[in-house]
């Protein structure tokens, strides 16, 4: 699961933190949530059930979003300004 303030935040990948450029290939490595799940924390269904919820929504906003953005985009090409608002729009220094 991702805590609260940063759940809504956009996500990124900082490539110096990737396992597969920091660990040489020999070395052995675990995960945090399977560590923890062998010595008694009981939460691991939780948060993969969770997860999976959160990945869900995460598809829809993405979905709708860039189908806002290719609206918005389709809306910006089929404009027609005319002679004296571009003018106007050069004047103000949007042209």
């Given amino acids: 699961g991702i805590p609260h303030p940063y759940d809504r935040k956009k996500?990124?990948?900082i490539p110096a933190a990737l396992?597969?450029?920091?660990?040489r290939p020999e070395r052995r490595f675990c995960r945090?949530?399977?560590?923890?799940?062998?010595?008694?924390?009981?939460?691991?269904d939780l948060i993969r059930r969770l997860e999976d919820?959160?990945?869900?929504k995460s598809a829809a906003f993405h979905k709708k979003k860039t189908a806002a953005s290719r609206a918005?985009?389709?809306a910006v090409k089929a404009v027609r300004v005319?002679?004296?608002?571009?003018k106007v729009l050069?004047?103000?220094g949007f042209a």
């Fill in 11 to 13: 996500r990124v990948v």
């Fill in 82 to 86: 005319s002679a004296e608002d571009q």
């Fill in 32 to 44: 945090l949530g399977d560590l923890s799940s062998e010595f008694g924390w009981k939460h691991k």
């Fill in 53 to 56: 919820q959160r990945k869900v």
């Fill in 19 to 23: 396992k597969v450029l920091r660990l």
């Fill in 72 to 74: 918005r985009a389709e």
């Fill in 90 to 92: 050069q004047s103000a």
